[in-house]
């Protein structure tokens, strides 16, 4: 099951590169969903249907002036979205793509990193990222951005501990912290969303909170706020915060895509990679669907909804898992 | 009481929207037309010999709240007659960045020279080049812009007026 270093090398890159092409054409789909949704049309300018929209994007935030607040503390200013950015798309390194396959006589593993933590890297991984959003802040020397980073740190930290027990019951069903196993277990018995309806649910939630998208936009509330803890960003430095906000999204419903809905499994085995793109794409579709419906909600609220909601549910969900595993 | 059916309802509404045709207007390729009295660009206007009706009061720019047109009259002579009044208007600008196309002009003018016209597309790259001229103000605009028959001056029907 061993492979050389340098299949690992080539998959990294291409995965990396495969990320940041969904996440470009996720932006397209979210602002032609959200248009359609609204009766508009959405980009239709740059190239047919607009899908060109991803590329002038680019070109347009790299070729911007990357200006500096005069009292930014300037390392930690332009570490922050790199650290995002990092910590978004490390985490797509142990989730399974596909079963595996003989190419020539090499065998090509369906993820790049088979860890035996997987799931604890992933969920620390995230908790790094939201150190992106901290420095970000801090380091802009603005009150706004403080303030902004203060709110994102306690949304991310209080929808984190949701997050993590939410996936508990799937641990325990899956009797791993291996995502390839969690995989393979329910290819073997059953989609674990069924009986981890509850889990699911809390997760989907949790991670509508972790990507701080509509309607847990807190962080940002574009129409609110400036921008929070981004607000003294521009160019491209702005950009891999929306990056990197948006790879999580992408990564966290890969996970999702992991733990509920048995991955890369399908009617017809060889397809593995593309049945988890379609299940991914529907998901994120589902997040685009959940932003263009519901209205935010205020802090208070959304504080209260993580720790007075989620989290109960998640424990018990937890509990009664574990009991019905050692029991039956 | 909280009521979690009706945020489902939500996302129903939303759903059915993306099967719906967009209501929006495709701007460039389509001009939607302007009501006839639409107020646009200015335009002076000559009598059928070819005189101007401008005789260069300058009541136009007296009553422009935004001052900005110019008017420099000077004497009609025997041998250079521009005008059938006395004078006639030897410069007149507007300076269309600072017009607010209030019409005001247009009611002041006891010749009826200036009126406002329909284009709306004036932009241009520099300030200068929106300090009309009274040759530029003289010649017909270049029609840009579709004016509408005065019943159906509002086309097309919002897609949520036609099925309710």
Redesign the interface.
Request: proline letters at 0%.
């Given at each position: 099951m061993t492979e050389p270093w340098w299949i690992s090398l080539i998959k990294a890159a291409v995965i990396v590169n495969l990320v940041m092409v969904a996440f470009a054409y996720t932006t397209w789909l979210e602002r032609k969903?959200l248009?359609?949704?609204?009766?508009?049309?959405g980009p239709n300018r740059a190239g047919p249907f607009g899908l060109l929209q991803p590329f002038a994007d680019l070109i347009k935030l790299v070729r911007k002036e990357s200006f500096f607040p005069v009292a930014a503390r300037d390392r930690l200013y332009i570490a922050a979205p790199i650290i995002s950015m990092f910590a978004a798309l490390a985490a797509f390194a142990v989730i399974p793509f596909g079963a595996g396959w003989q190419i020539w006589h090499y065998h090509v593993n369906g993820e790049i990193a088979n860890v035996s933590i997987a799931l604890i890297l992933i969920f620390a991984l995230g908790s790094l990222g939201v150190y992106g959003a901290i420095i970000g802040g801090w380091a802009s020397e603005s009150k706004y951005s403080l303030l902004g980073a203060m709110r994102t740190c306690a949304q991310l930290v209080s929808y984190e501990v949701s997050l993590a027990l939410s996936v508990l019951g799937v641990v325990l069903m899956g009797q791993s912290l291996n995502l390839v196993d969690i995989v393979n277990k329910q290819g073997a018995t059953i989609w674990f969303f069924i009986p981890q309806l509850a889990g699911m649910l809390v997760f989907f939630f949790a991670v509508i909170a972790e990507t701080s998208r509509p309607p847990f936009d807190l962080p940002e509330a574009d129409t609110e706020l400036v921008a929070g803890y981004h607000t003294e960003y521009g160019g491209m430095r702005w950009g891999l915060f929306q990056t990197a906000e948006y790879v999580n999204m992408i990564t966290l419903s890969a996970l999702a895509v992991t733990l509920f809905f048995a991955g890369w499994h399908g009617p017809y085995a060889p397809l593995g990679p593309i049945w988890f793109l379609l299940k991914v794409f529907v998901l994120v579709s589902i997040f685009i669907?959940?932003r263009?419906?519901?209205p935010r909600l205020r802090y208070d609220q959304l504080m209260r909804f993580g720790w007075k909601v989620l989290l109960p549910v998640a424990t018990i969900n937890a509990v009664i898992t574990a009991l019905l595993v050692v029991w039956i | 009481m909280p009521q979690p059916l009706d945020s489902v309802k939500g996302f129903a509404v939303t759903f059915r929207q993306l099967f719906k045709k967009p209501i929006t207007q495709q701007y460039p390729e389509y001009k939607r037309p302007v009501y006839p009295r639409f107020r646009g660009r200015h335009k002076l206007h000559r009598h059928e010999n070819g005189l101007e009706k401008c005789v260069g009061c300058s009541l136009c720019a007296a009553a422009c709240p935004a001052d900005c047109i110019r008017v420099v009259a000077e004497e009609n002579t025997p041998d250079n007659r521009v005008s059938p009044g006395e004078r006639y208007a030897r410069i007149y600008e507007i300076n269309m960045s600072r017009c607010i196309f209030c019409g005001y002009c247009e009611l002041a003018c006891p010749f009826d020279a200036i009126t406002l016209g329909n284009e709306y597309e004036i932009s241009e790259y520099s300030r200068d080049d929106l300090i009309y001229t009274k040759d530029m103000l003289l010649a017909d605009p270049i029609k840009r812009v579709p004016v509408a028959d005065p019943d159906l001056y509002d086309t097309p029907i919002p897609y949520y007026k036609e099925h309710s």
């Open positions: 969903l248009g359609r949704m609204q009766n508009r049309y669907w959940v263009a419906s519901v | -």
